[in-house]
Structure formats: structure tokens, C-alpha cells
């Protein structure tokens, strides 16, 4: 009789905690997308910031640190089963987690690049924010040519 008990709470709890789950991988490209436009607002407004007849240093601070936080966030973008092969959409290609060294790689590069990144900026030097700011979009370059799909 214990037996029984004990496999039917095993059933009972299981159930509660599996339900949370199916709905995870929707929840997690949902949020991985808006994190990725907040990322892609920061960015504009580096490129807006440098634009201007006057470099605009406050603003592009401002981005620097969005873009130095999704920069250490992004780890967590891509738990897995987020990805297209349950039928979501999402650009995330499957090579995100069947080649997941090479991806932490490129992860790692954009996040040093955001780290340089506010590094020049915090120094005011414009050439130094400017070049910094084309390393860090060569690095986004790359991961999107790896591990982005194209928009359909």
C-alpha cells in the first residue's frame, strides 16, 4: 500500500511542474526577442549618437550599459528547446544548440566586445568609441551570419 502511495504523490506533484514547462519554450523566445529589440534600440542609438553633428556621449553611454547588460544576459536567451523544432517561430538557428561551443564562442566575443565597448566610451575619446562600436557590430555580424536565420 505504501508503494501506491508513494508513486501516486510522484504523479501528483510531477503534474504541477511539468505544465509550467510546455509553456517555457514559447515564453522564452518571446522573451528573447524582446530582449533582442532592446539590444537593437541601444544600438540605433549609438549609431543616431554618433551621427549627430555632435557626438552625443550621454546617449551613447546610456546604450553602452544596455548593450553591456544583454551582452552578460544573453547566456540565458537560449535555454534549451527554445528553439524552432517544436514548431515557434524564431530566427534562432538549431546550430545555436547542436553546436553549443561554438556558439558560447561567439557569445563570449560580443560580450567582450561590449565590455571594450563601455571601456571607450567611458574615456570620451570619439575614435575610440567609433572603432570600438564597428568591432562590436562585426561581432553581432558574425553570430547573425552562424546562428540567425535570415527573415523569411
Known amino acids: 500500500m505504501r508503494a501506491a502511495w508513494r508513486v501516486g504523490s510522484t504523479f501528483l506533484f510531477a503534474v504541477p511542474v511539468a505544465t509550467p514547462l510546455l509553456a517555457a519554450p514559447a515564453d522564452a523566445i518571446r522573451s528573447r526577442i524582446a530582449n533582442y529589440r532592446e539590444l537593437g534600440s541601444a544600438f540605433k542609438a ?4 554618433l551621427r549627430a553633428s555632435e557626438v552625443q556621449t550621454v546617449l551613447i553611454a546610456q546604450s553602452a550599459r544596455q548593450i ?7 547566456y540565458e536567451w537560449f535555454p534549451a528547446g527554445s528553439g524552432a523544432q517544436g514548431g515557434a517561430k524564431t530566427r534562432a538557428k538549431t546550430e545555436i544548440w547542436a553546436q553549443p561551443a561554438k556558439f558560447k564562442v561567439a557569445q563570449d566575443a560580443f560580450s567582450k566586445a561590449a565590455d571594450d565597448f563601455q571601456r571607450a566610451v567611458t574615456s570620451k575619446n570619439v ?3 567609433r572603432a570600438s562600436a564597428q568591432k ?4 553581432c555580424k558574425g553570430c547573425h551570419d552562424s546562428f540567425r536565420a535570415p527573415d523569411s
Open 68 to 74: 553591456r547588460n544583454a551582452s552578460r544576459g544573453q
Open 46 to 49: 549609438v549609431n543616431d549618437g
Open 127 to 129: 575614435a575610440a568609441i
Open 136 to 139: 562590436l557590430g562585426t561581432t
